[in-house]
């Protein structure tokens, strides 16, 4: 008998736990929860943490994020504008914010990525077909590149931005925001994380960079030969004036040098007959020195003046 009451009692505990266990839940801070009945939601989503109350055995129980997910989309080949093929890789931060219309259209995550595939893809080639390559590669409209001082206005070629990436980027976040919201999916945001030339072109694409670099580098050296030759000439109209100016005051000296010795003549020969006869005898030997050396032969008459002080000297 006894054992009869302790086996009732005992199965009296099993299937009150078990329908405690049925019925109690719990919904974590990054968790929300939809109920359903026989596949089917019943009330409202439960999006507030804590202990929650269910019917037992027949209400499911379905955890949904509530946390901010990723979407890290496959690189793809896609044509700009200009029929230039890119890879372009992508990526996405989007959450649940509508819970039961997330549950009834995609009832998971697999299917959610999916569906973000299918359509941020899809925006992101419409956007990328509408637009030129320099317009997908550069960052904003409104970087300029940079001038040197030896440019004008007029030598600026470069190609104008008109748009540029993080515009293409926003118009894709905004049309595929709007898609995802009946999926009670929002994009919060989405940028392009890689953009690669294709590899068949690639090499195209490069020697037309190396030959627009070698432009404008010859472009330069160009500005740099007619500024070195204009900083050539202005020195050598320098050096000519200098020498100019050094050749007159080196004739000025001269011509005062000259009058000093004619003066210095003027009063050798105007002073007393033996300050005449002395200057008249070194200035000859001052002229033997000038026209006699060891291989000179001289012929000279005897009313000579060179041979005046010759004779003498015997």
Same mark, same amino acid.
């Given at each position: ?11 009296? +505990? ?8 049925? /019925? ?36 499911? +129980? ?61 925006? /992101? ?46 118009? +894709? ?108 005898? +070194? ?18 008459? /005897? ?12």
């Amino acid at each position: 008998m006894k054992k009869a009451i302790g086996f009732l009692i005992a199965a009296f +505990v099993l299937i009150i736990l078990l329908f405690m266990t049925g /019925t109690i839940y719990t919904v974590r801070e990054d968790q929300q929860v939809v109920l359903t009945q026989f596949g089917k939601p019943v009330g409202e989503p439960i999006t507030e943490a804590g202990l929650h109350f269910k019917m037992p055995f027949i209400v499911k +129980v379905n955890v949904i994020e509530k946390r901010v997910l990723a979407w890290d989309g496959m690189s793809s080949q896609m044509p700009t504008r200009d029929k230039t093929y890119i890879q372009v890789d992508t990526f996405a931060r989007w959450e649940i914010s509508d819970p039961l219309a997330y549950f009834q259209k995609l009832r998971d995550e697999r299917s959610a990525l999916s569906r973000l595939d299918d359509i941020l893809g899809s925006e /992101t080639r419409n956007a990328v077909a509408k637009h030129d390559l320099i317009e997908v590669v550069r960052s904003t409209k409104d970087r300029q590149p940079e001038r040197t001082d030896l440019q004008t206005e007029s030598e600026i070629d470069f190609e104008v931005i008109q748009v540029g990436r993080r515009t293409i980027e926003q118009s +894709v976040f905004e049309t595929a925001k709007s898609k995802l919201e009946d999926f009670g999916i929002t994009l919060l945001d989405l940028r392009f994380k890689r953009i690669n030339y294709n590899s068949e072109v690639a090499p195209d694409i490069y020697q037309r960079m190396i030959s627009e670099r070698q432009q404008i580098a010859e472009r330069f050296r160009s500005e740099g030969a007619g500024e070195a030759a204009r900083i050539k000439g202005t020195m050598e109209r320098e050096v000519k004036k200098i020498e100019s100016e050094s050749y007159k005051q080196v004739q000025s000296i001269l011509g005062e040098a000259d009058a000093e010795s004619t003066r210095i003549y003027a009063e050798a020969y105007g002073g007393t007959p033996e300050q005449e006869s002395f200057y008249e005898f +070194v200035k000859t030997l001052e002229a033997y020195e000038d026209i006699l050396d060891e291989k000179t032969t001289v012929i000279l008459s /005897t009313d000579s003046d060179l041979f005046r002080f010759l004779k003498g000297s015997k």
